[in-house]
């Protein structure tokens, strides 16, 4: 099953954000982007979703064009936002079973560590629990896409560990885009990457690719 997208572009007023890009994933890849702040990696993912417009675009799921809004109510597309979703006044346990039904709500519950957590309220949860448990609910959706923005930022190495290995495990079954700056922990988990700049994609194969393009310094590097 392959995602694509082709000749996308994007602009607010004159600033030019993304001009003809490009892009594809494969259910069983994790293809990853790369870029500045404002290069316009969660305009990409937000144009993919449907929840914003694009100039231009052509979107298309095994050779049918699709469009993005009719995404989500076909399940074709899951989408992690870059800033929290979920309620800070729910207790993770009452929160499960209003993502999930029956014996699916079982994925969640008996995920590694939930259990530590799971009798808390959403906003008393560390970051790491937060973006961990988030990732599941999204990540275990029948949806064969998945698009995730930023899942690595600012969690502790305990559950970015964990979080890396459960896109891992659900690969096979899914094609996933992921944005983020933790270069290391998303070439470690991806089959292809590319760079965003200046509205166009670098190919990337390495963190020396990252380098030489101007991603990173040399401090970052080393």
Not at 64 to 80: D, T, V
């Amino acid at each position: 099953m392959k995602l694509r997208i082709e000749g996308l572009n994007k602009s607010y007023g004159n600033n030019g954000i993304i001009s003809n890009l490009s892009v594809q994933c494969e259910k069983g890849e994790i293809v990853s982007v790369f870029g500045r702040n404002g290069c316009g990696k969660s305009t990409l993912l937000k144009i993919i979703f449907g929840s914003l417009k694009a100039d231009q675009m052509t979107l298309t799921i095994d050779e049918k064009e699709i469009n993005p809004k009719k995404s989500r109510s076909s399940q074709l597309i899951g989408y992690l936002p870059q800033s929290s979703f979920l309620p800070k006044e729910l207790n993770v346990r009452n929160l499960i079973p209003m993502c999930y039904r029956g014996d699916e709500q079982d994925k969640i519950f008996y995920a590694p560590r939930v259990s530590t957590f799971e009798n808390k309220k959403i906003g008393y949860l560390s970051q790491g629990e937060v973006r961990y448990l988030e990732s599941l609910i999204v990540g275990n959706l029948k949806h064969p896409f998945l698009l995730l923005d930023e899942p690595f930022s600012m969690i502790e190495p305990l559950y970015k560990e964990l979080i890396k290995e459960f896109y891992l495990n659900i690969k096979p079954n899914k094609g996933i885009i992921i944005t983020d700056h933790n270069y290391n922990d998303v070439l470690e988990i991806s089959n292809r990457s590319f760079l965003l700049q200046k509205g166009q994609k670098i190919a990337i194969n390495d963190k020396n690719c990252l380098k030489e393009n101007g991603y990173l310094t040399s401090s970052d590097y080393n």
